[in-house]
């Protein structure tokens, strides 16, 4: 790939800097988002940096020269989102060597940073995340220049740093003019820019008004850095005068008097600086449907891309309905999300392995499905467990029982059917439950398990026919009660395998009528163990049969309908039944046998025959008329079988319940309410993570949700509260609802940070959208199910509430580890290829829009902020990314290649924080899957799922708002969603493709961040 030749920069960027008479032009350069033809090709954010690689490329540079100038000219016209004061990770694809190299670059904590370097040592606690922001502490030394220079003595073509870094140095001395996106940038920050003077200096007027695009912006003293740079190597930046300026401003910055916010010094060294090292790794790989994909290992995060990619490559994407597809798409990124926040980090810094090859197995993959079902999460999901498969990525996966709570297991290890009734020939062998039927008519072996009964439940289990023909049944019983006859239940639902005909059944019994059949199935009989999963979900009856030591078919069930016949609660029953006589009997075995409860319920009241009058059974109940005066002036008792809380007209009437139900912190409640006698400013509280009472119908910390009877339309009648260290209810989030006089119905949900409510009106469809979600972590549990009752203000009458079938879930969640708000980080990417088929995909970034908000004085760039979220609360010390000395701190940015046979097909990347990894997915998936060019893939509409909300919400951007995609997602798959209020949009990508037809493809945005510049040699 190293081929000297001498240079001379073409002068096309003289045209820099436009007449003065254009200064107000808003956009005086020429972009294209897309171009083709043949030779090299670049796609960057700005003309100006395109251009510059280019003319790199036709002077005879190679596409790593041409990318480091165009990052160098980007990091001029583009200085909030990258720049010699950051870092980033550049992935080179060498044709000659056929090598996929990674340059991590990423900025390095001073040695003297840790876990105690964003805490304030007053109070014990995180400083505000201005300070946090903007301070010299997150500062991380800067590897931007250090990689430009290895990447051009090892990847170049021998063309000198001097020759690659004079286009910038003529932006940078002439000036550009300014475009919406960069004043869109300033204006964003200017309180903070204002801060300090430099910055000020530099991008602001003197009164730290924004200037207006279009105007013409010379940064001289970062032509002068980039001068040194050019002559001296990365020396010139790592040592000496700029280094002593970089530190020193690190130390102590210079801001104006009296700062709105703290802003806390660093304690860099210059031996920190001068010590930086750029790392470099060989690409991770996978395949992905034929395809090579390389990504960047930690510390950054394609390797979440790639293991996305492997959890999709289970799934036809093109065989189902798109938005059943983009669900498949939506988990994935979810589930590899919950991932990268757990296992991964700087392996140069941290002392332990991280599990890359377990995260990239396919085994594991298929383990990570399991956890994806049709439905959405209603929050974050935790991790998986990938180290097993670190050992052995090849090993066998074993199936896992749906998420809920186990309520019965059994693997017959101990010899005996354990937890079981059982009659009959039932017996254990070689570790494996057996069921013998003889070869009479009738005869019949069968076992009930001693599961407390629960209304939905999953089964998996293994089963073997361990001797074909005859007419022998095996059947499998969920929601069953009691045995009426020899091998059927008085009511349930069953999967039944026949002995004699390749045929499964899903059955029914009801009532104690006979066996009645829903439906008869191809099933290929075979004396090997096979796996049923059997899910009985409200009506839905659903089941799947796989062959033992075969990938379980995840998208598709052998079986599934709807039927509503058997309600209520029951267990896990099995039977064996020979229906006619024949010579022989033959037996039935099986084996490793779990019942998930998909729906736990904690606690239940619906009040049912009791008296009226009767006391709340299963609650403790008081009430009163102030704290003064309990037991008079109001009523908690039974009116109608139905919940009654009873207030008189003065006002601290009060009556309170606290249910005899477990502590929980993830939970929900279902239960029906009525407003009994609208009007007045009485008020219903159901809380939920309550502790105890601490005034008359609050708790010293909790939840709640508040029910108000008055009629007044301007008001909020339906509160989300909170309540915490005994201070009053504050209100999180209101709605304003017709409450009509019937019953309602609330659902109100709290699962880790997570607050969820909706409210509709009995005899109607429950709504899919809550009405009310809020994230908090101010109350992090378990706590108790509270309900309470109070005349707020006094009235002429009092009134009453009442409630009924109350059922209280067990969620038994655990939450993942949330970052939200990163996608305001800021990045910047570029790919370039050049002729000989050499290929560039660059990232870098400041971390925040701007860094730290500092320019070093004199020497004309900003400062990076990349340490500032490194927080014992982001992660604490002993994890992968955890706060020390000298780390890396996680990445998301993905530069990517994609090649099929040896053959380049694809490069992209993207800016966009946390959105990176989700962004440069979904334009892989638009492109490989759906069959969208690389223009149509980068332009559609974006959804960026990361395991960042508490919620559970996905992020989309509002065009997608506008699909039947968005509404179908919604209705048939269960996601809530969150339009971005990025007025920019998700991500920013720069791409090239490699048509089938030889030709090459620049591509970058047509409108994110007001569109990119795509170029090639020869159109």
């Known amino acids: 790939m190293r081929k000297f030749r001498c240079l001379a920069i073409a002068t096309a960027l003289l045209l820099a800097a436009p007449s003065p008479a254009t200064a107000q032009a808003p956009d005086p350069y020429s972009r294209q988002p897309t171009a083709t033809g043949h030779g090299g090709a670049a796609a960057t954010e700005h003309p100006l940096a395109t251009q510059a690689a280019i003319d790199v490329l036709n002077a005879g540079g190679n596409a790593v020269d041409a990318a480091v100038a165009a990052s160098a000219v980007q990091s001029v016209v583009r200085p909030f989102s990258g720049g010699i004061g950051g870092g980033g990770y550049m992935q080179v694809y060498d044709k000659e060597t056929g090598k996929f190299t990674v340059l991590d670059h990423r900025s390095t904590a001073a040695s003297s940073f840790d876990d105690q370097s964003f805490i304030d040592p007053a109070t014990g606690v995180l400083y505000d995340e201005d300070t946090v922001t903007n301070s010299g502490v997150g500062v991380g030394m800067p590897g931007v220049v250090k990689a430009w220079e290895q990447a051009v003595h090892a990847y170049g073509s021998g063309m000198s740093l001097n020759a690659i870094l004079q286009p910038a140095i003529q932006v940078a001395t002439k000036g550009f003019y300014s475009d919406a996106n960069l004043v869109r940038e300033i204006t964003e920050n200017a309180a903070r820019f204002c801060v300090f003077p430099e910055t000020t200096r530099l991008y602001l007027n003197p009164d730290c008004t924004v200037p207006p695009a279009g105007t013409l912006i010379r940064n001289p003293d970062l032509a002068a850095t980039y001068d040194l740079i050019a002559k001296s190597g990365s020396d010139a930046f790592y040592k000496g005068a700029v280094a002593d300026a970089i530190v020193d401003t690190i130390n102590h910055p210079k801001t104006v008097a009296n700062p709105p916010f703290k802003i806390l010094p660093g304690s860099a060294t210059t031996a920190d600086l001068s010590g930086y090292t750029v790392k470099e790794y060989g690409a991770a790989t996978v395949d992905y449907r034929g395809y090579q994909v390389h990504v960047a290992p930690p510390s950054t995060s394609g390797v979440t891309v790639a293991q996305a990619l492997n959890i999709l490559e289970g799934y036809d994407l093109t065989g189902v309905p798109r938005e059943q597809a983009l669900h498949y798409y939506l988990e994935a990124s979810r589930r590899a999300f919950a991932d990268q926040q757990a296992y991964l980090g700087d392996p140069a810094t941290y002392p332990n392995p991280l599990p890359i090859a377990g995260l990239l197995s396919e085994r594991y993959a298929e383990q990570v499905r399991q956890r994806i079902t049709e439905t959405s999460p209603e929050g974050a999901v935790p991790p998986e467990d990938p180290w097993p498969f670190d050992a052995d990525p090849n090993r066998q996966v074993t199936p896992q029982p749906a998420t809920g709570k186990g309520v019965f297991a059994a693997d017959f290890s101990g010899g005996t059917w354990a937890g079981f009734a059982t009659e009959g020939a039932v017996e254990v062998r070689d570790n494996a439950g057996v069921m013998t039927v003889g070869p009479a008519a009738s005869s019949f072996a069968r076992a009930a398990s001693g599961m407390q009964p629960v209304a939905d439940s999953e089964l998996l289990t293994r089963f073997r026919i361990n001797d074909l023909g005859g007419d022998r049944r095996l059947r499998f019983w969920l929601r069953a009660d009691t045995w009426n006859n020899s091998s059927s239940p008085v009511n349930g639902y069953a999967v039944e395998v026949n002995a004699a005909a390749d045929t499964v059944r899903l059955i029914r019994t009801r009532d104690g009528n006979a066996v009645h059949q829903l439906a008869s199935l191809p099933f290929t009989r075979s004396t090997g163990w096979q796996w049923l999963r059997f899910s009985v979900e409200g009506g839905a009856l659903k089941f799947r049969i796989w062959a033992d030591g075969q990938s379980e078919p995840r998208q598709s069930w052998t079986g599934q309908l709807q039927d509503a016949s058997v309600t209520g609660k029951g267990k896990l029953l099995i039977s064996a039944i020979k229906l006619t006589g024949g010579a022989a009997g033959g037996a039935f075995s099986v084996d490793d046998l779990k019942v998930t409860d998909l729906h736990p319920v904690a606690f239940n009241a619906d009040f049912t025959g009791l008296p009226d009058g009767a006391s709340w059974s299963g609650f403790t109940t008081q009430f009163g008329n102030g704290a003064s005066k ?74 709640g949700i508040e029910i108000k009877s008055t009629t007044d339309t301007s008001v909020d009648n339906i509160r989300l509260l909170r309540v915490r260290q005994g201070n009053a209810a504050f209100a999180l989030a209101g709605v304003k609802r017709t409450m009509p006089a019937g019953w309602q119905w609330l659902r109100f949900r709290v699962t880790g940070e997570g607050l969820k409510a909706r409210v509709w009106t009995d005899g109607e469809q429950e709504p899919q959208d809550w009405q009310l979600q809020k994230a908090d972590a101010e109350i992090p549990g378990p706590g108790k199910l509270l309900i309470s009752a109070t005349e707020s203000t006094g009235a002429a009458a009092g009134g009453a509430f009442h409630i009924d079938d109350l059922t209280l879930f067990d969620h038994a969640a655990v939450t993942g580890k949330t970052s939200p708000g990163d996608e305001k980080k800021s990045t910047i990417h570029l790919t370039v290829a050049d002729k000989d088929g050499n290929i560039v995909t660059y990232t870098h970034t400041l971390s925040a829009i701007g860094g730290n908000g500092m320019v070093v004085p004199g020497r004309g760039f900003l400062l990076n902020n990349e340490v500032s979220g490194r927080t014992p609360d982001d992660a604490p010390v002993g994890h992968p990314n955890g706060p020390r000395g000298g780390m890396r701190p996680l990445s998301t940015q993905s530069p990517t290649i994609i090649t099929k046979d040896g053959k380049p097909v694809m490069a992209l990347g993207s800016p966009g924080g946390g959105t990176i990894v989700s962004t440069v997915l979904q334009v892989i998936v638009n492109s490989l899957d759906f069959g969208m060019t690389l223009p149509q893939a980068v332009a559609a509409p974006r959804l960026s799922q990361r395991n960042h909300s508490p919620l559970g919400n996905t992020m989309v951007e509002p065009e997608f708002t506008t699909t039947p995609e968005y509404t179908a997602l919604k209705t048939k798959h269960g996601h809530h969603f969150d339009v971005s209020a990025l007025t920019y949009g998700i991500g920013a990508v720069n791409a090239i493709a490699f048509l089938p037809t030889g030709e090459i493809q620049a591509v970058s945005e047509p409108v994110r961040r007001g569109g990119g510049s795509a170029m090639v040699q020869h159109p």
């Open 630 to 703: 309990p037991g008079v002036g109001a009523a908690i008792d039974v009116q109608s079988e139905t919940g009654r809380l009873y207030l008189d007209k003065p006002q601290f009437s009060y009556a309170r319940a606290e249910a005899h139900a477990p502590q929980l912190t993830d939970s929900e409640l279902l239960v029906k309410f009525r407003v009994t006698d609208p009007g007045g400013d009485r008020r219903l509280r159901f809380w939920l993570r309550g502790d105890a009472w601490n005034t008359l119908v609050t708790p010293s910390h909790g939840y």
